[in-house]
């Protein structure tokens, strides 16, 4: 069924927005420095290749550029003064369409406007997607935006959609954190030795 384009060339059905704001471990120590925030934009977008299989996905893959940056656009209006330090990107391939078709929407021309957004980005930006009904969750891998090795980084945002993804959709998701894990004490690289390391060390 063909659905028609609201955005760019897609139909996107609805946008979604979560924040979470930490500010003390499960254990009781309150946080050291700034609290914690990580956030989430979504959008549930028709997947023009439901129920069908294609060549080529050029379908999603053309504009993705575009939807990119609109998704940028959205987590600087919500990250306002804040530093991103962390990033990572998921999707949800509703249960007519390939899994590969939500690998189709986080190709680096969706991933690059997104990085400018956010101050750029030296490192591989993490990924990960699955096939779901409506009210499935997924955890967005996190991991420092410059240098994919920094350990207090390693991190996840949650997120569930009560109504998505439909059949014939993908949720596109992206998360940022804020900082690192609270209290992080496993050592590694820190984010203040990065400067002037590329961004898979």
Sequence with gaps: MVKEANFCGYHVRKWYAFIEETHALETGPLVDGEPLHKIAIAAAIHNPYAGTFSATLDGIVENSRLLGEEFGRRLQAIVGRRAVQSYGKAAIVGLLGEYEHGNAYLTNAFADPIRS????????????????????????????????????????????????PSLDEVVVIVGVATRGRLHARLGGLRPDEIEGRDGLR
């Design 117 to 164: 957004a956010l101050g750029g980005g030296k490192a591989w930006f993490p990924s990960t997607g699955k096939r779901g009904a409506a009210g499935s969750a997924i955890d967005i891998p996190l991991a420092h935006k410059d240098a994919l090795y920094v350990r207090s980084h390693y991190d996840t945002i949650t997120a569930t959609f009560t109504d998505a």
